[in-house]
């Protein structure tokens, strides 16, 4: 993930690539990402649109 994206946009492109990964596959693995600090969670504008946005540069461990 490079740029902030919403879970729409990110399982759309994961499906690209694995098509039987589900929506909530998805969204499980966003939230550990959250827990670990790679990923912020943001809200944005009067619709509430849930928007997932990179932190810096980690590295794995």
């Not at 939230?31 to 928007?51: D, P, R, S």
Request: hydrophobic share 30%; proline share 2%.
């Amino acid at each position: 993930m490079k740029a902030t994206t919403d879970l729409d946009t990110l399982r759309n492109n994961v499906g690209q690539y694995c098509s039987g990964v589900s929506k909530s596959s998805v969204y499980q693995v966003l939230q550990w990402m959250i827990e670990n600090g790679f990923v912020q969670k943001n809200i944005n504008g009067h619709a509430q649109k849930v928007l997932y946005s990179p932190l810096g540069n980690r590295t794995s461990q």
